[in-house]
């Protein structure tokens, strides 16, 4: 008794790290992919609708770049018992580039694309790491709680970091791109500071194996890729899922990577406004977190995630007919709520679907399907919505007007991706994923 009284303040301990490193990577979502960077680059570094192509291509390179090193990264991590180590480096990678980004200044293209690539880069796939140690720090029957509460704790840091920099923007960006860019420096702090208790508190359960002769890292994380992949008949259900994933995944990303350009071209949203509306989408967030695993854990996470993506492409058709920026702030209040349970829930049934010891692998696929995804829908979307302003704009429409039917066009793409992942997640079987992952003999 006296040894599971002392067990669990430590394990609690290693929940609130878990919780501070989300507070922290969602800090960076909230002010370089929402709110700040991505409108300045579209508007200030580039412009025009070149600015909305070139931010689509920016995304689809991190996320490809992503989604080729976490599969072989995530099975070396399982087998050495690595992840914090690859966490700690992934981190590091987007803190420092996310610093220099203060450097990008109008006109900075190739800088402000690499710069952003690389940030993103480490922030993408230490979350292959992050969510890999969850079900090391958390029991299977309190997965679903740890993880909507990490998601909520990070929406907060999200809020938090926006706060701080809102002043800032408001009191002395009229005249001078400077506060912007200091607003990077901030954000990389920010998300260093927050993440030293996962490194310092999280112990890391797993045993690290011994290379067998004649076999490096590399080669045992292809052969523990490639065993994974000859199981697939084993893993039925997750396979449908991770397809399910990939899809409904393109829409979700396209509506965040793109959500401060929308504002900024169909309503003529000031950055102070884009900084609000993403507070009110981290509040609503928050929400949105708790009630996806409350409602998981009672009614079965596979329905839960279903209502999330109803509710995102609900918010979606809105967009595209709305016309006023109230209307716009009530959309994205949705959103936030919606594409939360979406992700928080994701997360969770990876968890479960996941065999013992090989956490770290399977998220990698998480990964790989997300970063896919990634690549795949901020790409159609930047294509598809500056192609169609561009091509507007040279038949004589204005400029302005040929720039908001294209990010209608870009928004309806969006409504496509979330049904279609739908249909295949009605086809994956919740009860025997998880039964074929408590099966599994390697």
Not at 21 to 41: E, P
Request: one cysteine or more; aromatic letters at 12%.
């Amino acid at each position: 008794m006296t040894q599971a009284i002392a067990r669990k303040p430590a394990r609690n301990r290693e929940h609130r790290a878990w919780y501070l490193y989300d507070f922290g990577n969602s800090a960076y979502a909230a002010v370089v992919v929402l709110a700040v960077y991505s409108a300045y680059f579209k508007g200030a570094v580039v412009g025009g609708a070149e600015g909305t192509r070139l931010w689509g291509v920016s995304v689809g390179i991190a996320m490809l770049v992503s989604a080729v090193i976490s599969p072989v990264l995530g099975a070396i991590a399982d087998h050495s018992a690595s992840k914090k180590k690859f966490l700690f480096t992934f981190s590091a990678l987007s803190w420092v580039f996310t610093a220099l980004l203060f450097f990008v200044a109008k006109g900075d293209i190739f800088t402000g694309m690499l710069f952003y690539i690389l940030a993103e880069i480490g922030y993408r796939a230490g979350q292959v790491f992050y969510n890999g140690l969850l079900p090391e720090i958390a029991a299977p029957e309190e997965m679903g709680r740890v993880s909507s509460t990490g998601w909520a704790v990070g929406s907060l840091g999200g809020i938090v970091c926006l706060l701080i920099v809102l002043p800032i923007i408001i009191l002395f960006g009229e005249s001078s791109d400077l506060p912007v860019r200091f607003s990077m420096v901030i954000t990389a702090a920010f998300f260093g500071l927050s993440t030293i208790p996962a490194f310092l508190w999280i112990r890391e359960r797993a045993t690290p194996q011994a290379l067998p002769p004649g076999e490096s890292y590399l080669s045992v994380g292809l052969k523990r890729l490639a065993r994974t992949f000859r199981s697939v008949r084993h893993f039925k259900e997750f396979v449908k899922f991770m397809a399910a994933f990939l899809v409904y995944n393109d829409g979700i990303m396209m509506a965040m990577d793109f959500a401060a350009i929308i504002g900024a071209v169909l309503y003529g949203m000031t950055q102070e406004q884009l900084i609000l509306l993403m507070i009110l989408v981290q509040v609503t967030s928050v929400a949105g977190a708790y009630v996806a695993g409350l409602y998981g854990e009672r009614a079965g996470f596979k329905r839960t995630l279903m209502v999330s993506l109803a509710l995102m492409l609900a918010a979606v058709v809105w967009m595209i007919f709305n016309q006023t920026l109230l209307g716009y702030f009530v959309i994205a209040s949705l959103a936030g709520f919606a594409l939360t349970g979406v992700q928080v829930v994701s997360r969770t049934m990876t968890g479960f679907f996941a065999p013992k010891g090989q956490s770290a692998e399977f998220y990698s696929f998480e990964s790989v399907a997300g970063r896919a995804s990634s690549f795949i829908g901020p790409t159609v979307y930047g294509l598809l919505a500056g192609g169609v302003a561009l091509r507007l704009e040279a038949a004589g429409m204005e400029t302005l007007l040929a720039e908001q039917t294209g990010q209608r066009a870009g928004i309806a793409s969006i409504a496509v991706f979330l049904v279609l992942g739908m249909v295949i997640l009605a086809t994956v079987n919740e009860k025997r994923a998880r039964t074929a992952a408590e099966e599994y003999k390697p």
